[in-house]
């Protein structure tokens, strides 16, 4: 039997795996992690914030360029980090890029969940209201996409998962949470057939879109990153794209600023995705078998993994 998590003991997170694992993953310098780059798995550092950014806006605008009414083509972003957003719109607007012209397409990785029921733009912590007031509603409304092309997890699940075989997604951002999930895929509880070991990475690859449960950590996270610390206010339910889905699009971007993720997390997914580790109790490492991923770093945001009290 694996052992149980020192966070959350009714659940599955990284704090399962072996002791030996976790101490050598501390150990990684960060010239370490560039070494874990491979063929399908790829490792970037940026040396500043803003080509960090702007590396990260200009997939956007990449993906969205090869779009055409015959062949429309999207992206899937997340919230968290935000940061690249404006600078998307910014870059339509400089360029005069017809998105509508050229049927392209957006789909958000995730929304907040209340009562079985996704969470409108009147919530305060809405994705889609972020979206639209930090990208969408700052873009030329002569070039923005019609509604009809935004796509996201808050009403049929099922035509949203669908989308993604009527649109080739040519790259499914998304950032990594303490939990080291993208999107909201986060560790599953350890109960039912779980209860003894998570699930294998082949039947937690089966999961579509959906509704879920999160992990502790994740709910502590987006309190402290998006809440002003009021654990209270963050829902502990979301929709959230799946691996199936993600399975879909052309490559899978991660983009780490050292600001939601800690210096120890981004070492491990690095090393268990370098190393072909996968394991559902840590679910950014099940990229480890998709065909092309990239690791993004701000290189000053790394951090190391030493002990220094405040």
């Known amino acids: 039997m694996r052992k149980r998590s020192v966070v959350a003991p009714e659940w599955w997170d990284y704090t399962t795996l072996e002791d030996d694992l976790l101490n050598d993953v501390a150990k990684l310098s960060p010239e370490d992690m560039l070494q874990c780059s491979r063929e399908g798995f790829k ?10 950014y702007l590396a990260e806006a200009l997939e956007y605008i990449d993906a969205w360029s090869q779009s055409s009414p015959g062949s429309p083509v999207g992206v899937c972003g997340p919230i968290g980090p935000t940061e690249q957003l404006p600078l998307v719109a910014r870059i339509v607007n400089s360029l005069g890029l017809d998105l509508a012209k050229k049927d392209a397409h957006f789909w958000g990785m995730d929304e907040w969940v209340l009562n079985g029921v996704p969470v409108g733009t009147d919530h305060p912590l809405s994705f889609k209201k972020a979206d639209d007031e930090l990208c969408f509603n700052r873009i030329n409304p002569k ?18 998962s669908a989308s993604y075989d ?16 993208w999107a909201f895929n986060d560790p599953l509880k350890r ?33 402290r990153t998006s809440g002003g610390g009021v654990v209270t206010g963050v829902p502990s339910q979301a929709s959230t794209v799946g691996p199936v889905e993600t399975w879909k699009a052309d490559k899978v971007s991660i983009w780490q600023a050292g600001a939601h993720d800690n210096a120890f997390g981004m070492r491990l997914t690095t090393f268990m995705i370098g190393k072909k580790l996968p394991d559902a109790a840590v679910p950014m490492s099940l990229l480890a078998d998709h065909p092309n991923v990239q690791f993004n770093f701000f290189r000053h945001g790394i951090g190391a993994c030493e002990v220094e009290m405040h």
Not at 143 to 160: E, I, K, T, V, W
């Open 43 to 52: 490792v970037v550092f940026y040396d500043t914030l803003e080509d960090f």
């Open 143 to 160: 070039l923005r996409m019609p509604d009809s092309n935004l796509h996201f997890p808050s009403g049929d699940l099922n035509a949203y």
């Open 166 to 181: 009527q649109v080739r997604c040519a790259v499914m951002q998304g950032g990594q949470g303490d939990v080291k999930h």
């Open 191 to 223: 109960e039912g057939k779980y209860v003894d070991a998570p699930p294998t990475p082949a039947e937690y690859r089966q999961l579509k879109t959906r509704v879920v449960d999160l992990h502790p950590m994740t709910i502590m996270q987006n309190a």
